[in-house]
C-alpha cells in the first residue's frame, strides 16, 4: 500500500513519519491481496492551536478498489492520535473484509465430514 504523509502547520520529524508508516502498513493485512496493490493511504499530520493549548490532530484516508475509509482523531500528543486513527481503521477494515469474504467454503468442509462419516459407520 501506497501511503502519502503530508503536514498542515505542521512539520512531521523522520521519527514521527517513520511511526506512521509502520502503524499504517500494518494495517495490509485486512484488506485483500488484490485490493493491496492499488490501495493507498492519504495521511495529514495536524497542528491544531487552541486557546486552551496545541493539539495535534490525525486524519487518515484510506482509498480501496470500491471504497473509502475515514479516520480522525486530536489529543495532545502526535503518536497517541495516530494509535488511535489506527484502531478505528483497524475495526472498520475488519468489518469492510467480513462483509466481503465469502463465507461458503465452510459448509463445503462441513458436508464432507458427515458424508464420510456415515460411510464409515455403514461399512
Do not use: W
Amino acid at each position: 500500500m501506497h501511503i502519502d504523509i503530508t503536514g498542515v502547520r505542521y512539520a512531521p520529524d523522520a521519527l514521527t513519519k517513520k511511526y506512521v508508516m509502520k502503524k499504517i502498513s500494518s494495517l495490509d493485512r485486512y484488506i485483500g491481496r488484490h485490493a493491496r496493490k492499488t490501495a493507498y493511504a492519504e495521511v495529514k499530520l495536524k497542528e491544531v492551536n487552541r486557546a486552551y493549548g496545541n493539539k495535534y490532530e490525525c486524519d487518515v484516508i484510506l482509498h480501496l478498489p470500491d471504497t473509502t475509509i475515514n479516520a480522525r482523531d486530536s489529543t495532545i500528543n502526535m503518536l497517541a492520535a495516530v494509535d488511535i486513527v489506527e484502531e478505528k481503521l483497524r475495526t472498520q477494515l475488519k468489518k469492510y473484509h467480513d462483509e466481503r469474504t465469502d463465507h461458503r467454503g465452510h459448509h463445503g468442509l462441513v458436508a464432507r465430514f458427515k458424508h464420510r462419516l456415515r460411510r464409515s459407520s455403514m461399512g
